[in-house]
C-alpha cells in the first residue's frame, strides 16, 4: 500500500527555536506539497515540490522554508518558531496531476 | 482564480438516515473534483474523484457524487450513514490549467456527526 510518512505525530517547541517537520513517500511521486490544518480555515498550501531540489511557494510560505534533496523526501522548516505557527501540518504526494493526493497522518505541532 | 464552499460547518444525522454534504466551486475553465475524508487524529484520505466522463462518481463504502456543471456543485450524498462515517469531509478542485502548476484549493470541510 503506498504510504506517505511524516516523522512525528505530536511535537512541542518553544517560541524562536528552528523547528524541522520530515516527509517521506514510497510511491516514487514526482510532487509533494506541505499544508497546515486549521479549523475554520481548511487546508492552506504553504510550499510544493514538483521535482528534486525544486520548490515553489503556496499561498502562505511567511515563516517557513523546505528542502528536497531526495525525490522521496520533503522537509518543511520553521526558521523561528512562533506561537501562530501552532497548527497541524499535513504533507502529500502525488502523480502526474490530476490524480488526487495521498497524505501523511499529519504533525500536530504546539508552539509555546 | 477557483474557490471552492462547503456550505454547512457541521451535519449531524442519525445512524441509518440518509446524509448529502453540500459542495460548490468556481472556476473559468474545466475542473477536476475530489472529496477526501479525514478520521479523527489521522491525514486526508481520497474518497472519490470526478475527471472526466460519468458525472456520477462512487466510492467503495456507499458514498457517492455527482458533478452538475450547470449548478457549479459537486455534492456528496450517502443512502444510509454509518457510526464509522463520522468524520470530517473536504471537497477540493482543481483546474485544468495550460503550463504551470495546477493548483488544487480545498474546501473548509463539513463534520460529519452521525448520532446512534
Known amino acids: 500500500d503506498v504510504k506517505v510518512t511524516q516523522s512525528s505525530r505530536y511535537l512541542v517547541k518553544r517560541t524562536g527555536e528552528k523547528v524541522f517537520l520530515e516527509c517521506v513517500q514510497d510511491?516514487?511521486?514526482?510532487?509533494m506539497f506541505w499544508y497546515r490544518q486549521d479549523p475554520g480555515l481548511g487546508l492552506r498550501l504553504i510550499y510544493f515540490?514538483?521535482?528534486?531540489?525544486?520548490?515553489e511557494k503556496g499561498d502562505i510560505p511567511e515563516g517557513y522554508s523546505v528542502s528536497r534533496e531526495k525525490k522521496e523526501r520533503f522537509s518543511l522548516i520553521l526558521e523561528s518558531a512562533s506561537t501562530n505557527q501552532t497548527s497541524m501540518y499535513l504533507c502529500a504526494s502525488s502523480t502526474q496531476f490530476p490524480y488526487g493526493y495521498t497524505f501523511g497522518s499529519g504533525t500536530r505541532l504546539t508552539v509555546v | 482564480a477557483q474557490s471552492v464552499t462547503q456550505l454547512d460547518s457541521q451535519v449531524p444525522v442519525f445512524e441509518e438516515a440518509p446524509v448529502e454534504l453540500r459542495c460548490n466551486y468556481s472556476s473559468s475553465v474545466s475542473v477536476y473534483l475530489f472529496w477526501y475524508v479525514q478520521y479523527p487524529n489521522q491525514g486526508l484520505q481520497l474518497l472519490l474523484k470526478?475527471?472526466?466522463?460519468?458525472?456520477l462518481v462512487e466510492s467503495i463504502n456507499g458514498f457517492e457524487a455527482e458533478f452538475n456543471k450547470s449548478q457549479t456543485s459537486f455534492h456528496l450524498r450517502k443512502p444510509s450513514v454509518h457510526i464509522s462515517d463520522t468524520a470530517e469531509y473536504f471537497c477540493a478542485v482543481s483546474s485544468d490549467n495550460s503550463g504551470g502548476y495546477q493548483k488544487v484549493t480545498f474546501g473548509i470541510g463539513t463534520k460529519l456527526q452521525v448520532i446512534p
Open positions: 510511491m516514487d511521486h514526482e510532487n
Open positions: 515540490s514538483y521535482d528534486v531540489k525544486m520548490k
Open positions: 470526478y475527471l472526466s466522463g460519468s458525472t
